[in-house]
């Protein structure tokens, strides 16, 4: 699973970053996470006064039946983020600004639920004339992100850190194909079917600002 490769690539990485500290360098930290990106790990560099590097990923898959547009799906939604940030601290207190670039590989794959007739960009058309109808939609393969968070002191070297920000995904690029119906290559249906895929995209379209809120628990050594 996308989960279980993106968790093993994140802890190999870690691990390569925590090796080449030293067992009394207090600049190096590590953590778990969890939160609207999914599960994730991460490791931290604090080098420079009030400033720290951050680089992980986070994923997480799962399945929704909801209607988009005109149509109800059966969906799943893959996420799966690789990022890079810079965090700002404020001097004596636990906020920071956060800012930074994530690899964005979160995608959703759709296969339509319906029981009945089709409503295809304002025309209708039975299920022998649509056949089976699947979606996608992806993002942009790079995502800035920005926001704010809370790093505590739990005990000895643990902490409890908080974030709440806004990855920018940019517009949704979705795609619709149907495959086995009579009426395939027909023009009148394939501008129905385009017009859908347009109405869908403007239905998600509120997507391409993601919030992103997650609680860490992290080690520094």
């Not at 989960?3 to 080449?20: E, K, N, Q, W």
């Not at 930290?29 to 604090?46: D, F, N, S, Y």
């Not at 908080?162 to 995904?169: A, C, E, T």
């Amino acid at each position: 699973m996308k989960i279980f490769r993106t968790i093993a690539a994140c802890t190999a990485l870690l691990a390569s970053s925590v090796g080449t500290a030293n067992a009394d360098d207090s600049n190096w930290g590590v953590g778990v996470k969890a939160g609207t990106l999914g599960l994730g790990v991460e490791a931290r560099w604090a080098g420079v006064p009030w400033v720290d590097l951050r680089i992980g990923g986070n994923a997480y898959t799962y399945e929704t039946n909801q209607r988009y547009a005109n149509v109800r799906y059966d969906t799943e939604l893959d996420l799966q983020t690789y990022y890079l940030t810079a965090n700002f601290h404020f001097p004596l207190t636990p906020l920071r600004f956060t800012a930074g670039a994530f690899s964005n590989g979160n995608e959703a794959t759709m296969v339509a639920a319906e029981t009945g007739d089709f409503t295809l960009g304002g025309q209708t058309w039975t299920q022998a004339e649509v056949g089976t109808l699947t979606g996608s939609t992806t993002f942009g393969s790079t995502s800035p992100y920005a926001g704010f968070g809370l790093d505590f002191e739990l005990f000895g070297k643990a902490g409890l850190n908080f974030d709440v920000g806004v990855l920018w995904q940019g517009e949704p690029e979705v795609s619709l194909v149907a495959v086995g119906g009579t009426e395939q290559g027909n023009p009148l249906f394939e501008a129905s079917l385009q017009a859908e895929a347009e109405a869908l995209s403007r239905d998600i379209s509120n997507l391409k600002a993601y919030p992103v809120v997650s609680l860490s628990f992290v080690y520094n050594f």
